[in-house]
Each structure stands twice: as structure tokens, then as C-alpha cells.
């Protein structure tokens, strides 16, 4: 193993089913853009409520991903 | 749409069940007595423990809701 | 001057027109329900876009204002 | 014992004397108007100075009760 | 109810499942070794990401429990 | 309206003018490489001063916009 | 002297009387079963309230003690 | 461009008219009795209220400064 | 009253007897170069052990005072 | 000098010689495919340990970079 | 790899050389009790002055490390 | 050893060479006004970026010194 460098973005899933799915849908959608994901840390957990109910569980987190020499 | 007000309380959920749900019984009841519920943001998830074992999920928001004429 | 106690709210103003335009409809809106008011402290500045433009300022205060006997 | 909520409010107790005695103050003003007062948790200690001396010890809490079905 | 003391123990538990699941986990492990388990606080909420997937959620806890004579 | 995923980016504006002004530029700077902006939060205020005056108001911004299959 | 290593541990204490008296009682408890005690710092102070007063001070420290050879 | 020191001061600016007017204060004070002035930080905005309207904008700077030969 | 500008200062009393005489002693201590006191804000409470016992208590403050003309 | 923004990126540096090294590693990398870097910061200092002994010192930096018209 | 529980202490090294070899001080003593060391995280760097000098380099960490069922 | 008092300043070293170093050169600069310097505590660690390189690492201190009667 060698000397290496990783890249933190941050990144807010919102789903109406629960908070790990929150989680789960931006992680996700980070993938499609961004190899070799790392880890995650979660920021903040909030919510959208309408009609007095919650309608949408939004998580933000700070993603983790190595820096390779394609990678920008 | 115009220029409006909101006001944010504190409340703590506690539930037997889970996390989402000491945050729901949280919600509904502030439902009872405040009209325009808007957000929510987590502050605080803590637990009660007896006989070794999680009995409360504890869960403290704060909640944003619409001022109107009517509201105090 | 007698001993005394001081009750905080938190509150939200939004404006089209900037952030001081905020924080004093926040506390002429707060001004009807409440006497006494005392003091404020910024906690949070945020702002919502529309087609790529600052559309609201949007400042969270903490207010302070003054417990009387037929206050609650 | 079944699942409940708590409502926070947050206050500030001024005396003459001591910390401790703000916060009885403090504590002691909430009872007059909400029931069932469970904890406190100390968020800011300050003080008034006049003539170079300490006139009054501001201790600001943030109390939680329980809500019942007639509180709102 | 005589005066007493808590001592707080940091503790992380890592879990296939669910963020509830790695909860339980770090408090059953810390029943083994201590009694007298009172309440729990969440500090941080993370993941181990393989594959582009979430293998591992990891919450940090914050674990009171009462000193009894017994106890180092 | 669907589950969605937000990005957020962080950026600082600097204006001779004012903070609000600082605020427009970092904004108006992101909407030209980021589609879809919807909302900031400031992060840090700080200045600039030369000759023992303010030369530069410098806003720290955390922007969130909207993800979708195009961007990254 | 020599350099040195240093554990710290957090500990609440209990107290109907004062909040002193709670961290007085923390800090003896802890004498009990730590050698070398060197310093302690307040991390968060509570109050558990029965019957609308004060029934107990709870102060929550971090507290430093040398790591002799004979100590884990 | 040599290795070199700066200081910090905390100061407290206080005006009717703005939050960057109080701003402007501060720094015109401080540059009154401190050389070499070079940024400022805001720690915390607040405000004054007097007859239910904002009197006094109070905003709180960190400044920092070169210290020279001649500085203490 | 007329806009004008405050100072702050960081100070840490250290006393054998209380948290109080701890506070007293520094505002004291700061009346002695400083004119104009005004109030003080509790950063900071930690204490010094000894042969297991708390020897010290150290309280540090900001302490906040008008600048006159004559003040540097 | 014209009005201007800066963009911040979050980045971890991972070496086995020092966290100098660390931080000195993150930002070369972030030199390779970002032009005018202008600062960095600090935000946390961690490490990898392995048969007890540190492996990796692992500082994460916010660095901040010019924003000039070809820069997304 | 199956599901695990980590436990967390804080630990103080102190140095009359460097930053790093105070880290290094406190990870090779709480080597000497803890088996299974995982990683640090750098809580605090203060120092200890004598004769207008640095005479110690003091960091504090917290140190994970894996329970397994041996340990407490 | 009788009660005393200390007061902290804010202090930043800027060094082409360390971390460590700049901390040196901020506690040798304050040994230059102030008796009796104590402790430091590090704030925070930033660095300057020129032709992508780090020129200056520069860190903020407090500096804690004892008030004896002729220091103000």
C-alpha cells in the first residue's frame, strides 16, 4: 500500500421512505459520477413535512472517495 | 408569494420502536397544536437503557413552522 | 432593578430584499405576540434560489424578551 | 409507562446573589406557567458589571416537560 | 434515592444492517463488561463503503452507567 | 415530485461594496457551471483591510443544487 | 521530569446541594479507583426536577490522571 | 517577504444604522490605537431593542494585525 | 446614547474556595487596568487536583468593556 | 485588483513520514488539476494504526483556489 | 469480516520534542494495555511554557480500538 | 502558592519552514512584551499557496500568561 490522497463532497439524498434510504440514494447517485467510494459521514438529518406529515427524510452527508490520476 | 415568518420549537420524541418513530410521534404531536408545519431538523438522538437493554429512542428536533395573523 | 428572568423564541424572517430587511420583519412579526422585547443574536443566514437569483434572505434569530406575571 | 413527548423552552434567571440562584429563578418562573417540568441543561453563563463590580449573574437553561393533551 | 455517580464510556458499533442495528450491537457489547447500563447519546454516524455499496454502518455512542462500589 | 439528490459546493465572494453584494458574485460566479441552484447558507464573514480600512467584504458560501443525469 | 502520558475519563456527578457539591463528589468517586489525579474540566451541567423543583445538580467532567506502570 | 507575527484583538461594534456600519466602527476604532490592521472575522451579530423596534446593531469582529517592533 | 464600541478580553481566576470567588477574582483582577467594565461571559471551567483533592478552581472569562478615548 | 471568487474543495492526505508530509502530498495532487490554489486549512488530524504502531498520519484540508472563467 | 464494536479513549501525550512524538508517546503506552489499536483522532495540541520557552508539546487523542472478548 | 490570575492573547506565527516552527516564532514574539507566559493551546493551522506550493504555514495560538501587579 502506498501513499495516497482522497476527496470529500458533500451531498444530500431525500427519500419518502426513511433516513437509510436517504442515505442510500445519494450514495448512489454519488457512484455513477465517482469511482472507488470510500466512506461517509453524516452532517445533518432533516425533513420536509407537508399536510402535517413528513413527506421527505433529507440526510447530507460528506462523502469519501481516492483521488486516482483520471480523477479530477 | 410573499414575505413571511416563521417560528421554530424544540421537542424531544420518545419511542419504543425506533428512531423514525420517536421522530413521527414528535411531528404529530406538535401537529396538535400548531397549524403550517414546515421543516424539521434533527439536534439529539439519545436512549434510555433498562435491565441492559434500549427501552426509549429518544429523539430531540426542532421544528419550523409558518407564522400566520392567528398564531402565537 | 429587581431580579428578573427572560424568556428566548426562535424565529425566522424572510425578505425579497435583503438580510437586515429579515431580521426586522422577524422582529415586528415576533413584536405583536410578545412584550418586552430585549435583545437578538443571529444563528443562521440562509437564502433560497430561483432561476439562478437570490429570490429570499432568510435569518434565524434567537429573541430575548422580558418575563412578565401575565406572560406565559 | 407508554411513549411521550417533551417540549423544550429556553430562559434566562438574573440575580443578584449567585449561578445557582439564577437558575432556581429561572426554573421556578417556568413552573407558574407550564406543569411537569423534568430537566434543565445549562446553555450560557454571563454577567452584568456596573461601578467595576458584578451587579447580576445571568444563567440562560434550556428546560424540558412533558406535554401533556392540554399544553400546547 | 441517595447521591450518586455516572461514568460515560465512548463505543462504536459496526453493523451490516442498519444504523439501530449498530447501536444495539455496541450496547449489548458494553453490557458484558459493565452494569448498570443507563442511557446512551449518538456522537457520529458513519459508513464503510465497498463496491460502490454500503457495507458497514458505524454509529459512535456515548454510554452512561451508574458507579456502584464494585466498579473501576 | 420524486426522491431526489442535492450537491453542495462551497465558495467564497469578495466585493468592495458590501456583503450582500459579496453573497450575489459567488452565486451569480456559480450559476455559470452549476445548473439548477437552490438555496445557500453562509458559512463565514470576514474582511479585508488595507491602509486601516476595509478594502474587501469576503462571504464563505455552502451552495445546494439540484443533481441531475448531466452533471457531476 | 520526564515526559509523561495522560488518560482522561469522563465521570457525572450527583448532587441534591450544589454544583460543586456534584463535582466534589465526581472527583472523590473517581479517587477511588485512579491514582494521580491532575486536573478535571466541566463538560455539561444538568438538573433533574420533581415536583416543579430542583432534586439534583449534575455536572459532567472530563478528568486527567497520570498513567503510571502500574495502571491500564 | 519575511517570517512574521500577528495579533489578534476581539472588539465590539455598535451602531443604529447597519450591521456593516457597526463593522465600520469597530475597525475605524481599533485603527485609532493598532498599525497595520490586515482582516477581520465576524464572531457573532446581535441587536439592542428597545420599544419593540432594533436600536442598536451589534456585531463582534476578531481583527488581526502585524506586530512590529514598536507593538505590544 | 451615542454608538460606540466595546473591547474584549480573555482572563482565567483561579481560586481555592468556589467557581464564584474564582469569577470575582478575575473581574477584579481586570478592573485594575481596565475602566469601564461592562459584563462577562463564562468560556471555560476547569479545576486543579492535587493529592486527590480539587485545589483550584480556574474559571475563564471574556470580559467586555466601553473603549473611551483614553483606552488602548 | 477587481472583485473576485474562490472555490474551497475538502481533500485527505495520507503519509507514512509525518503530517506535514500528509498535507504537503494533498496539495500537489490538488495542484495537478486545479490552477491557482491560494490557501488551505486544517479541518482534522487523524491516523491509521496498525501492530500498534501509527502506519499512516491522515490530515484533511479545505483549499481554497481562484475561480477563473475556464474553471468549473 | 463480521460485525465488531470498537472502543474509544482519550489519551494526552507529552513531549520536550515534537508534535508527532507526543502522538507517538501516548499510542506506544496505550499499547502496553490495549491489544488490537485501530486508529486516533487529534482532539487538542497545547503546550506547557517555562522561562519564556516551550518546554512540552502536549496532544490529546482519542484512540479506537477493537473489543474482543477478552477485554473490557 | 496563593490565588492568581491569568490573561490569554491571540497570536498567529507564520513560518517558510514548519508547523512547529511557527508556533516557536509566536511564543518567542509574545516572550518579547509579556512576563511569565504559561501555556499555549493551537486554534487553528492554516497555510498560504503561491505557484502551488505551500510559501507560509501559519497557526493561531492562545497564549496564557500570570497578571502580576505591573502587567496590564
Chains 1, 2, 3, 4, 5, 6, 7, 8, 9, 10, 11, 12 share one sequence.
Request: hydrophobic share 40%; aromatic share 8%; proline share 0%.
Amino acid at each position: 500500500m502506498t501513499d495516497s490522497v482522497y476527496k470529500l463532497m458533500e451531498i444530500t439524498g431525500s427519500s419518502q421512505t426513511s433516513m437509510e434510504d436517504a442515505i442510500r440514494l445519494a450514495v448512489s447517485r454519488a457512484a455513477k459520477t465517482v469511482h472507488n467510494l470510500r466512506w461517509f459521514e453524516v452532517l445533518e438529518t432533516r425533513g420536509h413535512i407537508e399536510d402535517q406529515q413528513i413527506q421527505y427524510w433529507q440526510v447530507t452527508l460528506k462523502v469519501g472517495f481516492t483521488l486516482d490520476d483520471t480523477t479530477s
